[in-house]
């Protein structure tokens, strides 16, 4: 069965400090999709990233970058010099097209507060 | 863009009234949309996937008489909380999936949630 672990369930940083989120997953298929949603405040979750399983390659944008390994089923995010604006929930997730069609498994959840 | 709506952003009901969400994608078609509720500092909780034209699949423990989705068109699915109880109270969050190219498995944006609380 899939699943997502987050082991951090909250970081508090200093403005401008880089923190890093670790996120593990499980999965039996080898095809499948990696996520990063941030949920600020409000509540509303906004997409920041979409990782398939056969594209190993880091990604950064802006501030924020991606490690994903295989080898150890991780797919870690990072954000560099860290503002008060980057206070919120992230999530990670996972979806399993052959075994879940589209469905979203979500890890717990790391709350980042960046204090100034 | 990708673009989702919700409708109500908040509502406070009496015990035993329903209540209707609102799920929308305005600038894509979604023919699945999926229903989520959370608890303050939890998770989302999957609790049914809407399918355009066909009845929703629902998630172990959800119950179905309960949470009624219809999803009537390739852009609107509602949530109908039906005669709701205190323990109903909760964040409810809808998402739609959105292909791009030639990939089935699209990614799935959300909606700025719905808070109901149940008096």
């Known amino acids: 069965a899939q699943k997502v672990t987050q082991a951090q369930t909250e970081i508090s940083v200093v403005e401008k400090e880089d923190v890093t989120l670790d996120c593990v997953y499980e999965?039996?298929?080898?095809?499948?999709?990696l996520f990063w949603y941030k949920q600020p405040p409000s509540g509303e979750l906004v997409f920041l990233i979409r990782?398939?399983?056969?594209?190993?390659q880091n990604e950064i944008s802006g501030r924020y970058s991606w490690n994903f390994q295989k080898s150890t089923s991780s797919f870690n995010f990072t954000i560099t010099a860290s503002q008060v604006v980057d206070s919120a929930v992230y999530f990670c997730?996972?979806?399993?097209?052959?075994?879940?069609?589209?469905?979203?498994?979500f890890g717990g959840g790391t709350r980042v507060l960046v204090k100034p | 863009g990708a673009v989702v709506s919700q409708h109500p952003s908040r509502v406070i009901c009496k015990s035993g009234t329903s209540v209707k969400i609102e799920c929308r994608s305005l600038?894509?078609?979604?023919?699945?949309m999926f229903w989520y509720r959370q608890f303050p500092k939890q998770s989302l909780m999957l609790m049914a996937t809407?399918?355009?034209?066909?009845?929703?699949?629902?998630e172990q423990g959800v119950e179905k008489d309960k949470f009624l989705i219809n999803h009537a068109s390739l852009t609107l699915s509602t949530l109908t909380v039906t005669s709701a109880h205190p323990e109903d109270s909760s964040f409810y969050i809808c998402?739609?999936?959105?292909?791009?190219?030639?990939?089935?498995?699209?990614?799935?944006?959300f909606g700025p949630g719905t808070r109901l609380l149940v008096l």
């Open positions: 998402s739609a999936g959105k292909s791009t190219g030639n990939t089935i498995y699209g990614t799935q944006y």
């Open positions: 999965t039996r298929d080898t095809t499948y999709y």
């Open positions: 990782r398939n399983s056969f594209d190993e």
């Open positions: 997730a996972l979806s399993e097209p052959k075994a879940a069609g589209n469905k979203l498994t």
């Open positions: 600038d894509f078609q979604a023919t699945t």
């Open positions: 809407s399918n355009e034209g066909s009845k929703a699949t629902y």
